[in-house]
């Protein structure tokens, strides 16, 4: 099942460098209305619970670390396709990889801190926007 729906969040770096605004700003012009938004942070524990994907990848435990270090922004954003047209507004994983003009060559200055995390699939974007948010908070 497709939806309309895809969960982001704006990493430590970003929110550490002052591009939080810059960022919403941004996802909005791109057309993505927010449903909702939070500002908060990530224990060492929550944060390798929502990357449990990547558990036997090699970068998870800098990744862990690096999402619990400071403050995060997570939303679930609306848009026609919006799990494949966000990917494209954010750009790459490695920022010096990303298009001009996306979100990571814009804010994001390596491949691990690169400012935002965008939901792969419909099934991921459901499964990290009930992370986060309750029934009521994401009607
Ligand atoms: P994404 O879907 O574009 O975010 O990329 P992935 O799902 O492949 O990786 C998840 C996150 O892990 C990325 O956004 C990065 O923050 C981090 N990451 C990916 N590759 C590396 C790497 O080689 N080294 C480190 N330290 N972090 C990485």
Known sequence: MTTNRTFTMIK???IANGHMGAIID?????????IALKYTSLSPEMAGKFYE???????????????SSGPIV??????????ADFRTVIGATDPQKADAG????????????????????????MIEGNFFFSAFERN
């Open 12 to 14: 430590p770096d970003a």
């Open 74 to 83: 997570a939303a679930i954003l609306e848009k026609d396709n919006a799990v």
């Open 102 to 125: 996306t979100i990571r060559n814009l804010y994001a200055k390596s491949i691990d801190a690169n400012a935002v995390h965008g939901s792969d699939s419909d099934e991921n974007a």
């Open 53 to 67: 994907v990547h558990a036997e990848r090699p970068f998870y435990k800098d990744l862990v670390a690096f999402m």
């Open 26 to 34: 941004h996802i909005i012009k791109a057309g993505f209305k927010v």
